[in-house]
């Protein structure tokens, strides 16, 4: 037999695919909740970028209490970096949506931009404070301060973290990042 090659599905996923195959169990009031959420997340995936775009041309939106529009605008105005991977291993890294590392004044500043209805946790840019102040040397105690903050719900939530709990986060990451090394090698169970 020779198999129909679908060049165009290559690497892709389906809804319903059978390595998601929980579905399977799934009535139909399950499926229009369980494909809505999948829908919200390509939408805040598409505002994700659309946001990036924006802060990147400098092209601010409405002035508005529109989440999107805040997020936009505060970042244009801050001068900040829209979706910049802040790294400390092959273990553990991730994108802020925007920062700003202001060297004049020693100040760091993350912003978070929130799509969906689940509420946001502050501890996600927490883990982005600490994984800048890694990849970049930088100690929590000599920056003259953090901001973060999460736009959501039409919503601002500002966190000032202490620099003692920026440093905690970074010595986990540490440990945490060299443990999965020594798994992975094999090395832990020699």
Not at 7 to 33: P, T
Not at 66 to 86: C, H, S
Request: overall charge negative.
């Amino acid at each position: 037999m020779i198999f129909n090659p679908h060049y165009d599905l290559v690497g892709l996923h389906a809804f319903l695919g059978a390595s998601k195959y929980h579905w399977i169990n799934y009535d139909e009031d399950k499926l229009k909740l369980t494909y809505m959420r999948h829908l919200a997340v390509e939408k805040g995936t598409k505002l994700h970028d659309f946001a990036k775009t924006c802060i990147e041309l400098k092209q601010k939106l409405p002035k508005s209490k529109k989440t999107l529009n805040m997020y936009v605008n505060d970042a244009i105005g801050f001068r900040m970096i829209p979706e910049q991977v802040l790294y400390y291993s092959n273990n553990c890294f991730g994108t802020a949506d925007s920062i700003l590392f202001d060297d004049r004044t020693n100040f760091l500043r993350i912003h978070d931009l929130k799509t969906g209805e689940t509420p946001a946790h502050m501890e996600q840019l927490m883990i982005y404070a600490a994984l800048f102040c890694l990849e970049y040397a930088k100690k929590p105690t000599d920056l003259s301060g953090i901001e973060l903050r999460i736009y959501q719900n039409d919503q601002i939530i500002v966190h000032n973290p202490e620099p003692e709990e920026i440093q905690e986060i970074m010595n986990k990451i540490v440990i945490f990042s060299n443990e999965i090394d020594r798994i992975r090698t094999g090395a832990y169970y020699e």
